[in-house]
Nanobody
Framework: QVQLVESGGGLVQAGGSLRLSCAAS????????IHWYRQAPGNEREWVAS???????NYADSVKGRFTISRDNAKTTSDLQMNSLKPEDTAVYYC?????????WGQGTQVTVSS
């Protein structure tokens, strides 16, 4: 059973930083691409960043240059370092991966950026 658990959310002032973590368990001999998404109240869930099993990264334009995604395949974790945070970054952040044709999501972690 694949499980994802996010941590690291919280309240921060605009311009501040937070580091989110996603811990995956239940993956067998696999390093799938890990994605981060976010969902603000009243908005649809949007993709934020991705990192492949070999470390190739991609970012949404809205976070490029401010957020950095990383992973540790040995620990099956992914981090999302968020710098220069803006109030519009306020959302619940989720990690997601696909394993054996099934999408798995974490429970989400709240990030609130005050102005």
């Amino acid at each position: 059973q694949v499980q994802l658990v996010e941590s690291g959310g919280g309240l921060v002032q605009a311009g501040g930083s937070l580091r989110l973590s996603c811990a995956a368990s239940g993956l067998i001999f696999s390093s799938p691409t890990i994605h981060w998404y976010r969902q603000a109240p009243g908005n649809e869930r949007e993709w934020v960043a991705s990192i492949t099993g070999i470390g190739i990264t991609n970012y949404a334009d809205s976070v490029k240059g401010r957020f950095t995604i990383s992973r540790d395949n040995a620990k099956t974790t992914s981090d999302l370092q968020m710098n220069s945070l803006k109030p519009e970054d306020t959302a619940v952040y989720y990690c997601k991966l696909r394993f054996r044709a099934v999408d798995y999501w974490g429970q989400g972690t709240q990030v609130t950026v005050s102005s």
